[in-house]
Each structure stands twice: as C-alpha cells, then as structure tokens.
C-alpha cells in the first residue's frame, strides 16, 4: 500500500481537512496521463503551468484538484483544494511523510552515476523503495515519495542539482540516515561555475544527514576528502574507490564489454567478497562499490548483495544487436566530460572495430570548446577507430580527435554515413546530452 490511498491519508499529510472521503488511485502534475480517481497536483512550472488544466483533469476523472490559482480559492467545488503555493504543499505532504517513517533512508546525489546507484542499492536492500523515473527534483522527489510502499524497510531517492542550493532544499526534506555522493564532475557548469561550484552543491546533502549516520563518498581526489571531513561533523564518513586506503575498494578487476569481475576488499570491516555481474565498465564497479558500503551498513548480507545485483540489468547502456550484426550500446540518457571518457573507456574494451557517435555536451558554461576537444583528444588516445559528431560543439571534439573524425550538423547526413558505413562486428556507442536526444540515430 502506498502512503497515500484516499483523502484521508492526504488531509493528514497535507495538515487540512478534506470533506470527502475519496479513493486516490493514482498521482499526476501532468493532465494528459490523469485517469480516473487519480489526484492531480497543478504545478505553475516553468515551462507550463498546471493551473490551466484543473478543469480538464477534473473532466478526465481526477477525484481530487490540488491548485494555487487564485480562480479557485472561493471555489464551491469539494474536489478542489486550494493552496497558497503547490511546490510548497508538496514539501509539506513529504516531509510529514517521512516523519512517520521509521525505516533507513538513503539519498544520493553525484555528477554521474546516481540513477545507477540508486537502483542497484533500491535492488539489493530488502523491501525498498526509490525514485521513479528520473523524478529527483523539487517536483520528482516528493512524486517518488507518494509513491512509495507505506511497509517499505528503505526508502532510496535520488537527488538531482543544477544550480546551488537544490541539494540543500531536497535534503532538508529528505533527511536522510545515509547520504551517498556518487563522484564530482563537470555537470551543469553553467550554473555552477566550475568545479568547486558542484563540489559545494552537491555537499549540500551532508549537513542533512541525520547525526549518527553514514556520507559514502569517492577517495579519488584528496582536497574533495579534505573538504568533506572538515563538515562532516557528527557523522561517519565511509569512502569507496579502486585505491586501497578506501573503507571498499576493487582488486583483481577482469573487465569485457559483456560482464565484469572484481573482489571487493574492506580492511576497515575485514571483507573479501567476489563479485560477478553483467554491469560492465570501470564506472559501474564504482557504482557497486558504493552500493556494497550502503547494503553492509544497513543489512550486513554479501551473500544476498550477490543474489540481488544479479538480478539488475544495465540501466543505462543498453546492447542490442544492429546493422549488419554490429553491436549497438545505447548509452543516450546524458552527457557530460567525465560520463563521455567513461563511455570512452568501456567501448575502448572491445578488440573490434570502435565507434563513438556523439552529441553535444550542453550546460558547460565558458570552457565548453576545450572540453569538448579534450574529450575528441582522449578518444584518440584510447584507440577509438571512428569517431562521429553531431551537434554545434562536437567539431571541437572531432579536431581534436583529429584523422577519421567526422562532423555532421545534419541529421539526415549522419543517418546516411551510419546506414552506409556501418560494418559487420563494429562495436557502436552513441552518447550525447539530453537536450541533443541521439536516440534518433538508433532507427537508421
């Protein structure tokens, strides 16, 4: 059952009463997907506004409005709760949520890898549950947390940033017993500034971790681990990583395109634990790491962390077979420096035939250019055979990728290349930011 069923469980999140007694079956900001007995929460975004749908969601069956538009306040209408500001009720509804759950809490944040992590720990904790979608914004999180089963043991919720203080607001409602950092990486950097910009934001979680809990944090970089220490008061810090003075790090890693190998190692906790998955690439055994760390802690099981991992898929690279029998890795969803060099290093794997199609990196602010060249430059070192780019930025990546390098600012021209061009055994990976959407490239 989740936590909210009818109008009563909504009148006592929302601390205001509710004359119908109501069944809610479902929960939407979007009038287009409301069915019958759903509630429908209007959001004055930025890009639409919620409060111009109520009448057609009501129309649609929506049991229950809940609105900030001033046309309703006087409304008669018993099916429409007004309130001074959506965003805020849905703060309000989370956070009482929470108060009466008294299960572990886990919250995650990091430049790459978070809807990963997440997933994988949401899979592998008994009776959990996570974040829908990518709902991990001011709007999404409290979505999940609706959602989310009343019994649950562990509720695991992502948290997305992109500019200062998302994290601060989200884990202030969140409140988590264990916050988990994934990486810091060159991620919306428009907003951000630089690298210390997301540094600050995305350690934004820690001082709402709950004291007595647990920060699971990366040991790659010295100055991040210095500044996390220097906050961290009251609570423990736990580090992951390919190093060994990390509380989980990876040894005798066997990598391929298809599966992976390691054992991970714990001095701290005196574990040597095998692993064997089919979530492949280096990132992904940083990934497991950090979910390993936050499964001991809470549950203390290698043995059902094994059984449970096994049972996840890729989440974000997915294989299929493509033109001419040549193997496709979409990895579509998004794009930023360090997520590019990682896709790099997976394709770079494989014995065949490498290519890398790739789309603009947005939101990287004044050194958008160089990175995009340092990425085409890498590539090139990691001995990718074709490199194609599409979008504004990527004839800086494929310069500095340099011979075989290809760029294409029509669509239809790079469909073409790829229908032609494509070869029997190539290993094809495609990656580029959201906002480029490259999945268009998979049905040539």
Same mark, same amino acid.
């Given at each position: ?6 109008? $009563?469980?909504?009148?006592?999140? *929302? ?5 119908? #007694? ?26 639409? $506004? ?81 974040? *829908?979608?990518?709902?991990?914004? !001011? ?64 350690? !934004? ?15 790659? #970089? ?14 423990? *810090? ?31 906790? $005196? ?59 979409? /990895? ?12 790099? /290093? ?45 979008? !504004? ?20 021209? *790079? ?5 032609? $061009? ?5 290993? %094809? ?9 490259? !999945?268009?490239?998979?049905? %040539?």
């Amino acid at each position: 059952m989740k936590f909210i069923t009818n109008s $009563n469980d909504l009148s006592k999140y *929302l601390d205001t009463p509710i004359k119908k #007694n109501i069944q809610i079956k479902d929960i939407s900001i979007d009038s287009r997907t409301i069915k019958k007995d759903s509630l429908f929460i209007a959001i004055n975004g930025e890009n639409f $506004n919620g409060n111009d749908y109520v009448d057609e969601a009501i129309h649609k069956g929506a049991c229950l409005v809940i609105t900030d538009s001033k046309k309703y306040k006087t409304s008669k209408n018993k099916n429409i709760i007004y309130v001074n500001n959506s965003i805020s009720a849905l703060k309000k509804i989370t956070s009482n949520i929470l108060k009466s759950f008294d299960g572990n809490i886990v919250g995650i944040t990091g430049s790459n890898g978070k809807t990963t992590t997440t997933k994988i720990i949401a899979n592998v904790l008994s009776k959990s549950s996570s974040t *829908l979608n990518n709902y991990n914004n !001011e709007i999404g999180m409290p979505l999940s947390i609706f959602n989310a089963k009343q019994n649950s043991k562990n509720l695991v919720i992502e948290m997305g940033a992109a500019k200062p203080g998302d994290i601060k607001y989200l884990s202030s409602i969140l409140k988590p017993n264990i916050g988990v950092i994934t990486n810091i990486g060159n991620s919306h950097l428009e907003k951000l500034k630089n690298i210390k910009g997301v540094l600050k934001v995305k350690s !934004e979680l820690v001082s709402n971790i709950k004291n007595g809990g647990y920060l699971v944090v990366p040991n790659e #970089n010295k100055e991040h681990l210095k500044f996390w220490k220097k906050i961290i008061r009251g609570k423990e *810090l736990i580090t992951f990583g390919t190093e060994k003075n990390a509380d989980f790090y990876a040894i005798n890693i066997k990598s391929s395109i298809k599966k992976q190998e390691f054992n991970i190692i714990s001095d701290k906790y $005196n574990i040597d634990h095998k692993i064997k998955t089919s979530l492949s690439g280096v990132h992904n055994i940083k990934n497991i790491l950090a979910a390993f760390a936050v499964s001991y802690l809470i549950e203390n099981s290698p043995k059902l962390f094994n059984q449970r991992l096994e049972k996840n898929t890729q989440v974000r690279q997915k294989q299929q077979k493509w033109i001419r029998g040549s193997l496709l890795i979409d /990895d579509t969803y998004n794009a930023n420096p360090e997520s590019v060099k990682k896709a790099i /290093d997976f394709l770079s794997n494989s014995n065949k035939r490498k290519v890398f199609i790739m789309g603009d990196m947005l939101e990287l602010g004044r050194y958008r250019k160089k990175m995009h060249a340092d990425v085409g430059q890498y590539a090139k070192r990691k001995k990718v055979d074709v490199f194609l780019g599409f979008g !504004e930025l990527t004839k800086y990546a494929v310069s500095g990728y340099g011979k075989n390098g290809l760029f294409f600012n029509n669509e239809n021209d *790079l469909k073409k290349f790829i229908k032609e $061009n494509i070869k029997s055994g190539d290993i %094809v990976l495609i990656k580029g930011s959201r906002g480029i959407k490259m !999945e268009r490239f998979i049905n %040539v």
